[in-house]
């Protein structure tokens, strides 16, 4: 019964208050954000660490910090009553704080004492709405497979483009972690187009986040067009397009312009070129 109503509590309140019932409070608030659409805030703290009193008084306290901390699904972990988590997580030192997706990976992290305002800026920085990737999300935290992390890695790198150049760079990282889960099960379970397609979206986020000249020298070193899977033919036309676009080749460019609109699966580039075209 106390687990039922520390639940309600957390739906209400958007803050996980840790009790003796939950055996894996991140699984649960894992679960919440995913349904809220809504990174995961979490303070790894202790009774005896001074610096954690000092700042749940100056800053996790104070109405504004609580306020902005709604946009998170907060999460208050006691490394001396949860030390696996805590050590999964490498903690050595406290307080320290980390913003995690919904899935648990990484997203940003600070050591050390933060003041309301230094606490207030990181807060502000990722209160993302991540509406847009939920069913990705979703699909992934049901069952993680080679073809869910490489389409919800696709999707952060997509939704990384609506943002400001100072956090996209974090949520293209983010979308790395997921391409590298796929690495590692294509060792497993060998399959060319899948491999492929990793490859590529590497590279389709290095030219997201402007380094057009990594790309063309990957393109040109790693890729030939007659053994490009049907699958990836969109991708890797879009990718021709914008470095040669970049260049300002532009017999080039409309080229591969061309042939990514006789693409089936082209919706989405085209798309991404009207949007990067409005960031330059």
């Keep these: 019964m106390k687990k039922y109503i520390l639940l309600i509590v957390v739906l209400?309140?958007?803050?996980?208050?840790?009790?003796?019932?939950?055996?894996?409070?991140?699984?649960?608030?894992?679960?919440?954000?995913?349904?809220?659409?809504?990174?995961?805030?979490?303070?790894?703290?202790?009774?005896w660490c001074g610096p954690c009193k000092k700042m749940d008084?100056?800053?996790?306290?104070k109405e504004e910090v609580k306020e902005i901390s709604s946009n998170y699904i907060f999460v208050k972990i006691d490394i001396d009553q949860y030390r696996?988590?805590?050590?999964?997580?490498?903690?050595?030192?406290?307080?320290?704080?980390?913003?995690?997706d919904p899935n648990g990976e990484v997203v940003h992290k600070s050591l050390g004492y933060l003041n309301k305002s230094e606490l207030m800026k990181m807060l502000k920085k990722y209160a993302l709405?991540?509406?847009?990737?939920?069913?990705?999300?979703?699909?992934?935290?049901?069952?993680?497979?080679?073809?869910?992390?490489?389409r919800l890695a696709k999707k952060q790198q997509e939704f990384s483009i609506l943002l400001d150049k100072e956090i996209r760079r974090?949520?293209?990282?983010?979308?790395?972690?997921?391409?590298?889960?796929?690495?590692k099960l294509l060792k497993k379970d060998k399959n060319p187009a899948y491999s492929q397609?990793?490859?590529?979206?590497?590279?389709?986020?290095?030219l997201i986040n402007g380094n057009y000249d990594k790309v063309s020298k990957k393109l040109k070193k790693?890729?030939?067009?007659?053994d490009i899977s049907e699958t990836n033919k969109a991708l890797y036309c879009f990718l021709n397009y914008m470095v040669f676009n970049h260049d300002m080749k532009k017999g080039e460019a409309n080229q591969?312009?061309?042939?990514?609109?006789?693409?089936?699966?082209?919706?989405?580039?085209?798309?991404?070129?009207?949007?990067?075209?409005?960031k330059d």
């Design 222 to 226: 790693g890729f030939k067009k007659d």
């Design 256 to 278: 591969w312009l061309t042939a990514l609109k006789e693409q089936k699966s082209n919706k989405t580039f085209l798309k991404e070129i009207k949007l990067l075209a409005a």
């Design 84 to 100: 696996s988590i805590a050590q999964n997580f490498g903690i050595k030192s406290i307080p320290y704080v980390f913003i995690l």
């Design 12 to 47: 209400a309140q958007t803050v996980i208050v840790l009790a003796d019932s939950l055996n894996d409070p991140l699984e649960d608030a894992k679960k919440i954000a995913l349904g809220a659409n809504k990174m995961i805030l979490v303070d790894f703290y202790a009774d």
């Design 197 to 206: 397609k990793v490859k590529l979206l590497y590279l389709h986020g290095y």
């Design 170 to 183: 974090d949520i293209l990282l983010l979308s790395r972690t997921y391409l590298s889960k796929a690495e």
């Design 57 to 61: 008084i100056e800053s996790w306290n």
């Design 129 to 150: 709405n991540l509406k847009y990737l939920q069913t990705s999300y979703i699909i992934n935290y049901k069952k993680e497979t080679i073809n869910s992390n490489i």
